[in-house]
Each structure stands twice: as C-alpha cells, then as structure tokens.
C-alpha cells in the first residue's frame, strides 16, 4: 500500500467518526506526538483542536477551550512535551467519561 493510499484510508476513517470520537482522535493524535516529540504533528492535531471550538453553543466552554488550547501551543513552541503531555492525557480522560454520561 503507497503511502497515499494509507493517507487516503486514514482520512476515510476520520470522516466516518461522530464529533466526539473525532475530538478524542484529535486529542490522542496529540498525546502520541508528545510521545514522539513530533512538534509537526503536535501543532497540526491542536491546530484542528482549536478549530473544532463552536463559541456558539457553550461561549464558557469554548473560552475555557481555547485558554487550554492557547496553553498547549505554547507548551507545545518550547517543546516541553513532559509537562503538556500529562494535560492531554486528563484532557482524553475527562473527555472520554463525557461520552459515557451523555
């Protein structure tokens, strides 16, 4: 398989997930460039992150959001991968009970 393909299949993956899954896909694409010290990827996953806010449903939700986000790139510009991992982490976890709850 070329790499476009995986590429192509990746993406394909993505478009089927609902926007919670989307959002902890996001979030553990992060967790696992932290890992990876990939700054690339890291950036590109809160990138998209950020992105996902919708400030119109839950403004102190989204401000909250993009405050953490905001923290998280610059973790993320001094490459302090130990101290921004452990927030993406909690940020998965909190995140994936909120799924069970709803």
């Not at 478009?15 to 959002?23: P, T, V």
């Not at 449903?57 to 452990?86: C, G, I, M, R, V």
């Amino acid at each position: 398989m070329t790499h476009l393909n995986v590429k192509a299949y990746q993406k394909s993956q993505f478009d089927g997930l609902n926007d919670h899954q989307r959002l902890l896909y996001l979030i553990n694409q992060s967790i696992l460039a932290c890992q990876q010290q990939a700054t690339g990827q890291l950036n590109k996953s809160l990138l998209l992150l950020n992105l996902s806010i919708d400030e119109t449903q839950w403004p102190e939700l989204a401000s909250a959001l993009n405050k953490f986000y905001q923290h998280a790139f610059y973790l993320a510009e001094q490459q302090d991968f130990t101290e921004l991992q452990p927030l993406l982490v909690k940020f998965f976890n909190l995140w994936q009970r909120t799924n069970h709850q709803v």
